[in-house]
Nanobody, 115 residues
Framework: VQLQASGGGLVQAGGSLRLSCAAS????????IGWFRQAPGKEREVVSC????????YSADSVKGRFTISLDFAKDTVYLQMNSLKPEDTADYYC?????????WGQGTLVTVSS
């Protein structure tokens, strides 16, 4: 499985960005895919994930009400719409794909939110 992430950039506080992560080489239709982030000097943390089987989602409390995850199943592409961005959202954002015990990571995409 290969993951191609895109969409990071520099934005002012209160602004919006949309991250995309396209998965290829998928063998089965049941998987979970989502976003993690890692700020300088901090551990990587989960942001939001979605299951392909039923569309159920999980989002960290810190992003609830601001970030929305969605999945285009036909394109095997996950999106993270990030609104009302805060400086504390600044981090490298990583896409992760999980399927039947295996995990794959995409390259990071940097999100910088200026105050």
């Amino acid at each position: 499985v290969q993951l191609q992430a895109s969409g990071g950039g520099l934005v002012q506080a209160g602004g919006s960005l949309r991250l995309s992560c396209a998965a290829s080489g998928i063998t089965f239709d049941d998987y979970a895919i989502g976003w993690f982030r890692q700020a300088p000097g901090k551990e990587r943390e989960v942001v939001s994930c979605i299951a392909s089987t039923d569309g159920s989602t999980y989002s960290a409390d810190s992003v609830k009400g601001r970030f929305t995850i969605s999945l285009d199943f036909a394109k095997d592409t996950v999106y993270l719409q990030m609104n009302s961005l805060k400086p504390e959202d600044t981090a490298d954002y990583y896409c992760r794909f999980q399927q039947r015990g295996d995990s794959y990571w995409g390259q990071g995409t940097l999100v910088t939110v200026s105050s």
